[in-house]
């Protein structure tokens, strides 16, 4: 079995692989989608390599992209959901910021699916944000953010 080392899986994976989830939702995973995930992966807080994450890509990305938004799909980006959950330790504050990261990968590819839309708000659901974050989408001129609002 030389060669074939397996990576561990760490924390900073279930969030390159939110990230992933979000921009193949539609089907694809484009370059300026890439972009904004190397971005923020790369970023102080994350530290992800461009190999780590190009690695993470190619792992994961067909996979993800063939599952589509099915049942399996679902399955495993709930699981992310609670890893997440977990890691952030109901940070409310990396929770909305990982939030506008995600609107931010859903637009790069300048239109707004409805299932960017459908996943950005699951994720509202899943981190239990619902009763303080609003989603907010202008498909006219590709922008969704999510903005905060009483209630947390």
Known sequence: MAGSKKKKWTEKHDYAYLFLCIAVIDGELCEAEQEVIRKHMGSW?????????????????PRLIKRGSGP????????????????????QGLMYLMLRHLCEVAVADGKVSKSEFKIVQATIKAFEMESFVA????????NMRVELHGGG
């Open 135 to 142: 989603l907010r989408v202008d498909r006219k001129r590709v």
């Open 45 to 61: 807080f994350f530290g992800f390599s461009t190999r780590e994450y190009a690695d993470l890509v190619r792992g994961v990305g």
């Open 72 to 91: 399996e799909f679902v399955q495993h980006f709930n699981k992310i959901c609670r890893n997440l959950m977990g890691h952030m330790r109901g940070d």
